[in-house]
């Protein structure tokens, strides 16, 4: 985890939030590599389960919301963890945290319930604490005015499940599929990017007939858990855990989580949960908007049952760095210099990586060459992220690009001048091979598929 937490500080990808100030725990900016392959992982999880389906819609729903939502949909009641606090340091803590074990190992904790602070084993009784951001609508800042940051971004899609069903004319089955921004005020945080107090959530709420739940339910589980190894995941990484009775959501019949094999251990990366006719029933009754769909072949009105497949985006970012990081001690290659190094590649799919070609010139004193390289990457630079760098030996620079994933390294020699031919490198063979500029582009679209 230190390696991969070094990395993203080191080559841009992720960096405490105010830092300047001592961080804001629990709070992260992504940086200029991080921001595009975060957006990549979005655009790629929309290209699958919404430009590539025919019964899926997107929608960008608002962060703030009605208060009503939140007390309809027992957010209000029940989107809480039992916080217990340490009567000798004050140190605050998840209750089931501490009855786990889950801090033995950290600091004082050698067994369960003991503080990881000091080691004390008194802590005051549970309390419940909600997790929900609380914030106030308007100018005036009384009871009346607080509403609260969204905690998921399934509400919107409920709430707005009439409007997109009327507007887009879709049919029973179908989702309503959104990205975005999710707030939790957790108690315990930690492992990096892992447990975060703002994080981003991607789901699809799937309206089903009451009936067939229970097998779409089952097909879910199986498309969710696809995307994954499709992006590029281990399937030896990830594996299914089924939620007992009792520690189920307060609106879930049953869920599963997918799980990835995190450095610190298995912990949730997903889930998909049948969140039967509960949200949508609550809302028309507290609205009293009629939210049930009409079943044109039965005739009749009924509120569908919602499969909810989720997944959080960032700790899909921290899987896909840990899945894809490799260290190779003595390095790859065994002509230079470097072999006495530790080289580091990042094993990204060229479709997720967010540079995808480094256009390289052999020397940065030859004006002829560093003048094609600048051609290239002007030719380029429309279709693809890219970036041109003349600093250090050949060797170094493909390194700096392996590390931060890129796939491909063009590198512009003095061959180029006599043929117009390139070396096209791949960084996870090194092998290279000679092309023609003009075939470049055709080539580099067929490589990265986009
Ligand atoms: N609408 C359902 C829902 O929000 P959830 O399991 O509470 O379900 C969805 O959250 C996903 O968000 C989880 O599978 C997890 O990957 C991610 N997630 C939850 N809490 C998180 C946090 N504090 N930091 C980062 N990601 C989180």
């Not at 590029?232 to 307060?250: D, F, M, T, V």
């Not at 995808?356 to 094609?372: Q, S």
């Not at 960084?427 to 986009?450: G, P």
Request: net charge neutral; with cysteine.
């Amino acid at each position: 985890m230190q390696k991969i937490i070094s990395l993203c500080k080191r080559r841009g990808f992720v960096f405490q939030s105010s830092e300047i100030y001592g961080g804001l725990e629990a709070i992260w900016d992504y940086g200029p590599l991080g921001v595009l392959l975060k957006n990549n992982l979005k655009n790629f999880w929309i290209k699958n389960f919404v430009q590539e389906r025919k019964d899926v819609v997107l929608i960008d729903g608002s962060i703030l919301m009605h208060p009503q939502v939140w007390k309809t949909s027992g957010h209000v009641e029940n989107f809480t963890d039992p916080l217990v606090e340490c009567k000798n340091c004050h140190s605050r803590f998840r209750a089931d945290y501490m009855i786990d074990g889950k801090f033995i190992g950290q600091g004082m904790a050698k067994e369960a319930n003991q503080c990881p602070v000091c080691g004390s084993k008194e802590f005051t009784q549970p309390r419940n604490f909600n997790l929900m951001f609380k914030t106030f609508f308007g100018p005036v800042e009384d009871q009346a005015h607080i509403t609260y940051l969204r905690p998921e971004t399934a509400q919107s899609m409920f709430t707005n499940f009439k409007l997109v069903l009327e507007t887009s004319r879709m049919k029973l089955p179908f989702g309503i599929a959104q990205v975005g921004k999710a707030f939790r005020n957790e108690i315990t945080t930690g492992n990096f990017i892992f447990r975060s107090r703002e994080f981003e959530i991607a789901e699809i709420e799937y309206f089903v007939k009451p009936g067939d739940d229970e097998k779409i339910f089952e097909e879910w589980v199986d498309l969710w858990e696809n995307f994954f190894i499709k992006l590029g995941l281990k399937k030896e990484n990830l594996r299914r855990y089924e939620h007992p009775k009792e520690s189920l959501a307060h609106y879930s019949k049953r869920t599963i989580d997918i799980e990835y094999k995190f450095p610190f251990g298995w912990s949730e990366l997903a889930g998909i949960a049948n969140r039967t006719d509960f949200d949508l029933s609550r809302h028309s009754q507290a609205s009293g908007q009629d939210l049930t769909y009409f079943d044109e072949k039965e005739r009749k009105k009924y509120f569908p049952y919602v499969i909810e497949p989720t997944l959080g985006v960032d700790r899909l970012f921290l899987a896909i760095l840990c899945d894809s990081y490799e260290e190779i001690i003595g390095g790859r290659t065994k002509t230079t210099a470097s072999t006495k190094e530790v080289e580091t590649v990042l094993k990204l799919k060229p479709e997720i990586a967010p540079i995808k070609v480094a256009i390289l010139p052999l020397l940065k004193n030859k004006p002829a060459l560093v003048e094609k390289a600048n051609e290239i990457y002007e030719d380029l630079k429309s279709h693809f992220f890219c970036q041109y760098d003349d600093v250090g030996s050949i060797g170094r620079r493909y390194r700096r690009f392996d590390e931060i994933g890129c796939p491909f390294a063009i590198t512009v020699d003095f061959q180029t001048l006599e043929d117009n031919t390139v070396t096209l490198r791949d960084r996870d063979t090194m092998e290279q091979e000679r092309v023609k500029t003009d075939n470049l582009l055709e080539i580099l679209k067929q490589k990265i598929n986009v």
